[in-house]
T-cell receptor, first 112, second 115 residues
Framework: DQQVKQNSPSLSVQEGRISILNCDYT??????FLWYKKYPAEGPTFLIS?????DKNEDGRFTVFLNKSAKHLSLHIVPSQPGDSAVYFC???????????FGGGTRLMVKP | GAGVSQSPSNKVTEKGKDVELRCDPI?????LYWYRQSLGQGLEFLIY????????KSGLPSDRFSAERTGGSVSTLTIQRTQQEDSAVYLC?????????????FGSGTRLTVV
């Protein structure tokens, strides 16, 4: 039973346009949601997070939106750059604060 | 060290053999996590260590898997009698405190291939 799902395995976007990565979850007890970025042969690196009591968090080109009623979050990257090409993982933290549950990842390709 | 170090980076082993994967967390990080990523899958939680507390082993897929953390620092993940379905990238992460937001620092992983 996947508690965190990323339904799009891949996404291709033109440089300069917006990239929107989506994530759905089933457990309403998660207290924080995070996005990680992973390049080949490297470990995932933290990108941005959002508390379950917020609906938006922005950091430079990256914005995460949370819709609690729909149990859905999304990561917006504007403008997209070729260096953003990577696999993006959505993760949710349990309210005990000791575990992250990850989605299956979305491979983003930004074309020059 | 500056980051989380994992060794080896690649391991090819024959089915039925035992393997040991090592993780050196960031100095001072009290929490240590093992995840694995099978081909085309997300990151699957395996085990979590927090300080001197008993580890949370709820994610270990079978009793062939075990892990220990010596002196609150280095951790070893052992897989006995490896099977082909154990082939995956095994990722270790550490954080300063448990569940630190953005504070999970991952190593580059060990790619295990069981032939």
């Amino acid at each position: 039973d996947q508690q965190v799902k990323q339904n799009s395995p891949s996404l291709s976007v033109q440089e300069g346009r917006i990239s929107i990565l989506n994530c759905d979850y089933t457990n309403s007890m998660f207290d924080y949601f995070l996005w990680y970025k992973k390049y080949p042969a490297e470990g995932p690196t933290f990108l941005i997070s959002i508390s379950s009591i917020k609906d938006k968090n922005e950091d430079g080109r990256f914005t995460v939106f949370l819709n609690k009623s729909a149990k859905h979050l999304s990561l917006h990257i504007v403008p997209s750059q070729p260096g953003d090409s990577a696999v993006y993982f959505c993760a949710a933290r349990n309210n005990a604060g000791n575990m992250l549950t990850f989605g299956g990842g979305t491979r983003l390709m930004v074309k020059p | 060290g500056a980051g989380v170090s994992q060794s080896p980076s690649n391991k090819v082993t024959e089915k039925g053999k035992d393997v040991e994967l090592r993780c050196d967390p960031i100095s001072g990080h009290t929490a240590l996590y093992w995840y694995r990523q099978s081909l085309g899958q997300g990151l699957e939680f395996l085990i979590y260590f927090q300080g001197n507390s008993a580890p949370d082993k709820s994610g270990l897929p079978s009793d062939r898997f075990s892990a220990e953390r010596t002196g609150g620092s280095v951790s070893t993940l052992t897989i006995q009698r490896t099977q082909q379905e154990d082939s995956a990238v095994y990722l270790c992460a550490s954080s300063l405190v448990r569940g630190a937001l953005g504070g999970y620092t991952f190593g580059s992983g060990t790619r295990l291939t069981v032939v």
